[in-house]
C-alpha cells in the first residue's frame, strides 16, 4: 500500500448559516478540493464543527456549498458571515491493486484511523462480454459498488464510489477492528488489472 499526501483548500462564509442550515454561501469555490471533502469551522476555537462537504454551486452567483452538519462527533452551531470553512487535514490516498478484474478475488485493504471520502478504480487494459463489479464493504457493510464497463472499456477509465452522507458513520474506519474490503465478481473476460485509490482524511 503506497500513501500521498494531498494540499489543503479552504474558503469563507458570505452569509451568516444556522445550526441546522445544509447550504453554506461562500467567497469562492474555484479552488476547492474534489467533493466529497471534510471541512472544519472556525478551527480556532476550542471546540470547532466539523462538516461533509457534498456538493458545490460553482456556476451560479451566490456561490455555495453544500454540507452534511456535525460530522467526526462535533455539534453544530451558528457560524457568522466572514467564517472560515478549510480542510480538516491533508488528504492521503491508499493505493491497492487487484490483480485481474475479470476473475473473482477479494482483497482487504488496511486503513488507520480515518474517515474514507472516496474509492477510485483505474482501470489497466480492455475487458469483454459483461461488466465487471467491485463491491465494497467495512467489515460487513457494504458502502457502494463500482461498475467497470466493458463496452468500449480501455486502459485509463476510471470510476467512483462517494461517501454522500447518508450513512455518514459507515465511512469511519477505527484504525483497530475496521478493514476496507474489495470483492470482485469476474464477471467479465480478457485479463486487465485494476488500481484501486482510496481517499480518506486521518483523524
Known amino acids: 500500500m503506497r500513501t500521498t499526501v494531498l494540499h489543503r483548500k479552504n474558503t469563507g462564509l458570505t452569509a451568516d448559516v444556522t ?12 479552488d476547492l478540493p474534489t467533493v466529497p471533502w471534510l471541512g472544519i469551522m472556525n478551527a480556532e476555537e476550542s471546540s ?52 485481474d478484474v475479470s476473475t473473482g478475488e477479494t482483497i ?45 472499456s480501455a486502459a485509463g477509465d476510471w470510476d467512483e464510489v462517494l461517501s454522500d452522507g447518508d450513512a455518514i458513520a459507515d465511512w469511519y474506519f477505527d484504525g483497530v477492528d475496521d478493514f476496507l474490503m474489495a470483492v470482485a465478481d469476474g464477471a467479465s473476460t480478457d485479463a486487465a488489472q485494476g488500481q484501486l485509490m482510496v481517499e480518506y482524511i486521518p483523524y
Request: net charge positive; with cysteine; aromatic share 6%.
Open 108 to 152: 482487504y485493504i488496511p486503513l488507520p484511523k480515518c474517515f474514507v471520502l472516496r474509492i477510485v478504480s483505474i482501470l489497466q487494459g480492455t475487458i469483454s462480454g459483461a461488466d465487471a463489479d467491485i463491491v465494497f464493504s467495512k467489515n460487513a457493510t457494504e458502502l457502494g459498488t463500482i461498475t467497470i464497463g466493458y463496452d468500449g
Open 48 to 99: 470547532p464543527e466539523v462538516v461533509l462537504v457534498t456538493a458545490h454551486n460553482t456556476t451560479t452567483n451566490p456561490r455555495s456549498i453544500t454540507v452534511v452538519r456535525a460530522a467526526l462527533g462535533t455539534t453544530a452551531k451558528i457560524h457568522l458571515e466572514g467564517s472560515t470553512i478549510r480542510e480538516l487535514g491533508q488528504k492521503q490516498v491508499a493505493q491497492a491493486l487487484i490483480a
Open 19 to 30: 445550526a441546522a442550515a445544509t447550504t453554506f454561501y461562500v467567497k469562492s469555490t474555484s
